[in-house]
């Protein structure tokens, strides 16, 4: 998602003279054209996340707009102070771009994957989390993060090219309707559910959620949508506790909605103490489509 990120920030760019690029001396043979076009508006901080931070935090108090970019753990985990105390609660619009959210740098291992991210900034006031499902959802998302005057995080990871037909970008998208299961998926993972289902072959028995946005702001068409089916499943690559499955069940319970079976797919870590690609480590915590398939005949079997 990286490319699309860079074609619509080059865009901006031409148009807002206030636009800042600062990344954390990464970014290799993704943001040389970028470079050229801001020139000095482009700033490489070097390996000083914290610094970046508080220089982006200095930026927007004089109303610039900064951009700021790095892998996400190096992002949220090394610089959770600053931008708790500096971008958060003066509610400065400073936009966070994390590369390879969740298990995205793979065989890299545990100090370049970022599990806990949502958990950590969603419990701060003001900010926004972005996390596209579709490399089509970029374009609609940096529009939003550029007019939005709060504090916001976009999160990337991989994502293959899009199979289905897509309608008009929205926080909560439906992408299918069916009857007896509903689901709910965070970001990339939406591919792995629909080749899930598409395996099943019960397509008219799924309801089919995208969610891309956090907080999410309407959970009536989840809440209408168990009230028909009374099973639901939430699959997101980050951990347990503070992701959308949390949220949801909260929520859930509040406005006293039954459920009759629940199973929630997350990210448990490192379940055999070992690292691997992407798809390994997805396939670690049940979150590749074999997975999410084996959870959803259960469900829809019940």
Not at 72 to 90: D, G, M, V
Not at 178 to 192: A, F, R, S, W
Request: charged share 25%; hydrophobic share 40%.
């Amino acid at each position: 998602m990286k490319t699309e990120v860079t074609k619509e920030l080059e865009k901006l760019a031409k148009k807002d003279k206030k636009l800042f690029f600062l990344t954390g001396d990464l970014g290799f043979n993704a943001f040389e054209n970028l470079q050229k076009n801001l020139k000095e508006r482009f700033i490489n901080a070097g390996v000083a996340e914290q610094n970046m931070i508080d220089v982006s935090a200095g930026m927007a108090k004089m109303g610039l707009s900064p951009w700021v970019y790095s892998i996400a753990p190096f992002l949220i985990l090394k610089t959770t102070e600053q931008i708790r105390n500096n971008i958060c609660h003066p509610n400065l619009a400073v936009k966070l771009i994390g590369n390879g959210g969740g298990y995205g740098y793979g065989i890299l291992g545990e100090s370049h994957h970022m599990l806990e991210d949502i958990a950590i900034l969603s419990s701060f006031p003001n900010i926004k989390i972005y996390v596209p499902a579709f490399s089509e959802d970029v374009k609609d998302i940096i529009y939003k993060m550029k007019t939005n005057k709060n504090p916001s995080y976009l999160r990337l990871n991989n994502v293959p090219k899009t199979k289905i037909k897509l309608g008009l970008y929205k926080p909560l998208r439906q992408l299918l309707k069916g009857n007896k299961v509903t689901v709910v998926t965070l970001g990339t993972l939406i591919h792995n559910s629909l080749d899930a289902v598409y395996k099943l072959n019960k397509k008219e028995a799924i309801d089919l959620f995208s969610v891309t946005e956090i907080p999410i702001t309407n959970y009536l068409p989840i809440i209408n949508s168990l009230r028909k089916t009374k099973k639901l499943l939430i699959i997101e690559e980050h951990t347990k506790n503070g992701g959308i499955g949390e949220k949801i069940l909260t929520e859930l319970m509040l406005k006293k909605v039954k459920v009759d079976n629940t199973i929630h797919l997350y990210a448990k870590g490192y379940v055999k103490d070992s690292y691997g690609c992407h798809l390994f480590m997805l396939e670690q915590n049940n979150l590749d489509t074999e997975g999410i398939l084996k959870s959803l005949k259960k469900l829809y079997a019940s």
